[in-house]
Every structure is written in structure tokens, then in C-alpha cells.
């Protein structure tokens, strides 16, 4: 036997105000949590059912509104946004903080040989296109052909930035060295990115009007959106690639770390942790995730078609601009 839904409870509608950062940092906090990825499988089966339920209109007798609120962080955590499928455990941002700290931790610590070098950002690359592909528009698909090209090609520009530059900067101060890792990063994700939503860009993603009405597709709200993922990536490994080597360069030169090498790295995991765990949810929030397009932006086809339907009554587009 089912209840009914609480009266003016809304499961969908965002608890905090997204059209604020601050707003939109409470919710990315709320679904980045990294203690999600401990749920079980179940418990995140059931979230979804009884998130489902609750649109419907029903939900178990008893459940309150802080069991609904529960079922929905979980289910944001762990079930795409456009296709409400399972989103596997590596790419979820939920996943950034314990996946990121760790490959970051080790590209900052093992930065001074080349095969160190290759081997990490490759790594890193690997974790990068996973999280890219689950956290595209998964209204645009893409083939197993593309995603190899986009893995190749950004690993490649990955391991071209950070060897060149590792080379380059030998006789450079050190500090300089330490910061190669974050310029390796910046430029895959400049390439890793829209290689991987490349579909998007080709044949555009779905845009609605303010009650999620299809209107058609637009390229270049494809190329916003990714546009934007690309800037929330760069700012959401910049403080701690960047502020993490001068620590460890000031540290280094106590003699007590000089007598602990052994774990300069996982000291360098655990701080990466420490900036990921804000910069995870901070950077997510640097845009709205239904990022919107002026109608004058959008193709001249397509704002024709908006026009000779709806006259002017839709000024603004929105679309879903993945993670």
C-alpha cells in the first residue's frame, strides 16, 4: 500500500537557488559527496525507485520529507541527469575527490622522470575520459570509434605538454617543474573534452523552452556548454596543482621532511584531498547545469523555427551541459 506525496513537496525542484553560486554550491555539495560512493548498489536501486515513486505521486506510508531528500542526493550522485541510468562508480563526480587526490597526488609527486612522467598522465587521462564520457549530454551518443580517437588524441596532448615541458624546464627553477603536471592537465582537458562530446557539437543537443519543451537542436549551445565544462575542469584542479607545489617546496627544505621521503606522497594525496573536496562542488558551481542561450545566439534556422511557432514568446533556450 502507498501514501501520497507530502502536499507541495516537489522532488525535483532544487532545494537551494540556482540561478546563485552560492546556491548552486550547496546542491554540488550535496551530490558530490564522496560518502556516496560507498552506498550500496541496493540502497542506491531504492533511492531511485522511490525518487520515481515520488513523481508519480506516491510513496511509502511513513516516508519523510528528509527520507525523500535523501533518496534524491543519491540518486543525483549516482543516475545521469538525461538518461536516469546508473552512471558507473569511476566517472561519477561523487568519485572526483578519492580518484582525483590520488592521481594528482602522484603526478605532482613523480614529475622529475620521464617515465614517471608518461605513466601518471596517462593514467590521469584514462580517469579523465571515463568522468567525460559519463558525464556527457547523453542525448547526443557516440560511437566506440569516436571515444578511442578523443582517448588517444587528449593523451597524447597530455603526454606532448608534460614531456616537452618536463624537458624544457630542467635547467628552470624548480618550482616551475612542479607546475608542468597542471599545464599537461589544462591542455587535455582542452582537447579530452570535446573530443569525447564531439557527437554534441556535430549534430546539437536538445534545447527546451522554460517548461522543458523540445524546440529542436543547436551546435552552439553544444559549444557553450562544453565550453563551460572545459573552464569548470581547468578551476577545479588549478589550486591545488598549482598552491600544493609551493607548499611542498617550502616543506621540503625542513630537515624533518628531509628524513621522510617515504611519505611525501601520501602527504601530497591527502592535501590534494583537501583541495578537491572544495573544489569538486566549487567548480561544478562555477555555471548553471541547465545552462540557457539567448534566442538571438542560436542558429538562424533554428531561431526561425522558434519564432514561426511560438512567436515571441520564447526569448532564452536552455539545454543540459553535462559535468
Not at 82 to 100: A, H, T, W, Y
Not at 199 to 223: F, H, K, P
Not at 273 to 287: H, R
Request: proline fraction near 6%; charge should be positive; aromatic fraction near 8%.
Amino acid at each position: 500500500k502507498m501514501a501520497t506525496v507530502p502536499l507541495g513537496f516537489n522532488i525535483d525542484a532544487p532545494r537551494w537557488d540556482q540561478s546563485t553560486f552560492l546556491g548552486r554550491l550547496k546542491h554540488f555539495l550535496n551530490i558530490t559527496d564522496p560518502r556516496t560512493v560507498l552506498v550500496p548498489e541496493e540502497e542506491l536501486d531504492r533511492a531511485k525507485a522511490l525518487v520515481e515513486g515520488c513523481r508519480a505521486g506516491l510513496v511509502p506510508p511513513g516516508s519523510s520529507r528528509e527520507q525523500l531528500l535523501y533518496a534524491k542526493k543519491l540518486y543525483d550522485s549516482a543516475f545521469h541527469p538525461d538518461s536516469g541510468e546508473k552512471m558507473n562508480l569511476i566517472g561519477r563526480m561523487s568519485f572526483q575527490v578519492p580518484g582525483g587526490m590520488a592521481l594528482t597526488g602522484c603526478m605532482l609527486q613523480f614529475y622529475r622522470t620521464v617515465p614517471a612522467v608518461v605513466f601518471w598522465q596517462w593514467m590521469n587521462q584514462s580517469f579523465n575520459a571515463i568522468v567525460n564520457y559519463t558525464n556527457r549530454n547523453a542525448a547526443s551518443p557516440i560511437s566506440l570509434r569516436q571515444i578511442g580517437v578523443a582517448y588517444v588524441t587528449a593523451t597524447g596532448a597530455a603526454l606532448a605538454t608534460a614531456v616537452g615541458l618536463n624537458l624544457y624546464t630542467k635547467r628552470a627553477p624548480p618550482l616551475l617543474a612542479r607546475w608542468v603536471p597542471f599545464a599537461a592537465v589544462a591542455a587535455a582537458n582542452c582537447v579530452n573534452i570535446p573530443m569525447m562530446r564531439q557527437q554534441e557539437i556535430i549534430n546539437g543537443v536538445t534545447v527546451t523552452d522554460g517548461d522543458n519543451n523540445e524546440l529542436g537542436c543547436s551546435r552552439r549551445a553544444a559549444v557553450k556548454g562544453i565550453a563551460q565544462v572545459v573552464v569548470s575542469r581547468i578551476t577545479m584542479a588549478a589550486p591545488g596543482m598549482l598552491i600544493l607545489p609551493i607548499i611542498m617546496e617550502r616543506l621540503e627544505k625542513f630537515p624533518f621532511m628531509q628524513r621522510i621521503q617515504v611519505l611525501h606522497g601520501p602527504l601530497q594525496v591527502l592535501l590534494c584531498g583537501g583541495f578537491l573536496l572544495f573544489m569538486v562542488p566549487a567548480a561544478c558551481a562555477l555555471f548553471p547545469q541547465r545552462c540557457s542561450l539567448a534566442l538571438a545566439d542560436l542558429e538562424l534556422e533554428l531561431r526561425d523555427s522558434i519564432v514561426a511557432k511560438h512567436g515571441d514568446k520564447v526569448q532564452y533556450v536552455y539545454f543540459n551541459k553535462g559535468l
